[in-house]
């Protein structure tokens, strides 16, 4: 009996691979496993639809060894975001510069071009500064001011007429000119003016008296603007202590001291910005304040003591009394809590007999004898004759 073995011939795997995978990639980019469109046009030439036709033509068997797969890639995606380190892409670009840390001025130090900028700049600014150095006018002293009097003229218009509105706004009342405390301030300007140096012209004056007696200020803007508030006349008790109060305010338009203020701040501010550019901003917030400690509170106390000096000259000039200054300036001090000025306790032995004395080389005994009989004469009802 013959027993009939069958036996297995192990064959190659067989994969179906599409054919359409060994094509090159069309320009429409179709997906390999995605059906192909639908055709319901008929075969002329065969009873079934060309779709069935074109299906049997891919799929093809075609024998591939597990040998020739290549094994799976395990590409991250995520590490090449830009999708370079495929074959065939261009190479990754170069990495970015380090950033530049440091201060400008170190930069600038290190720069040629930058430090001719900066010393041109200097040099600059230091012509400019001793091109516009002047005297203040009485007290002689020598300072820095690129504001002249036409530009600190249209400022003290432009403020005027915003304070104009801003009285309109409160409804704050200005005393008509027969009013006796406005017939007192025009009369004591009229004595001032002429001493001071500045336009006699009354018609470029207005001097306006605010009735609120519970502010006692006083203050003149550049151009001829002048404001009082009715509350000083509870302090100031005659025209001398008038005269104490508008000479000292006089004196600032009288030497500029608005000009001379706007000018130190455009410095001050051209520093602070050069210091926050070239060192950073900490350095501003360092130097600000050490500015206005050792420059601007020292030069505004100079300017206050200045403007008391020239004011007592000038009402000195002017024939009023300069020891009524110093006792008006002291119920300033007791009702408002006021510091007196500086030139009360520092120079009383040095400013009044100076006072004094101007006040007797400008032949003042004669002029108060006159006014005193004058008074008297009107109080009586008695026509003076001359």
Partial sequence: MRVSVLCSVRRPAVRWVPEAAFRPASPRRQSLFCAPRRSYNYDPNGSRPRQQQQQQRIFKAVPVSPRDVPPRSSFDSRAFPD???????????????PLRHGSLLRRTMHSTSMRTVVIVAAVGALLFYFTHQEVVPVSGRRRFNCFGEDTMRMLGDMQYEELMEEAKKQHQRFLPDYDPRTIIVRHVMRRLIPVSGMANNEGDWEICV??????????????????????????????????????????????????????????????????F??????????????????????????????????????????????????????????????????????????????????????????????????????????????
């Fill in 83 to 97: 999708g370079f380190g495929f074959p065939g892409s261009p190479p990754p670009p170069p990495p970015p510069p």
């Fill in 210 to 275: 605010i009735d609120d007696p519970h502010t006692a200020n006083a203050f003149v803007l550049p151009g001829g603007k002048v404001f009082v508030y009715s509350g000083i006349f509870n302090i100031a008790r005659n025209e001398d202590a008038v005269a104490a109060v508008l000479g000292h305010e006089l004196a600032h338009n009288l030497a500029n001291h608005h000009g001379e203020r706007a000018s130190s701040a455009i410095g001050s501010t051209i520093l602070l910005t050069s210091a």
């Fill in 277 to 386: 550019l070239l060192t950073g901003g900490l350095a501003y917030f360092v130097l600000r304040p050490v500015i206005d400690l050792v420059f601007n509170s020292p030069m505004s106390r100079l300017q206050e003591s200045e403007a008391d000096y020239i004011g007592l000259m000038l009402m000195a000039e002017a024939c009023f009394d300069p020891a009524q200054a110093a006792d008006f300036w002291r119920r300033m001090d007791q009702a408002q809590q006021v510091q007196p000025p500086e030139w009360i306790s520092t120079h009383p032995s040095e400013w009044l007999p100076m006072a004094m004395e101007k006040r007797r080389q400008s032949a003042c005994d004669g002029t108060q004898d006159f006014a005193e009989r004058f008074k008297r004469a009107l109080r009586n009802g008695i026509l003076l004759g001359v």
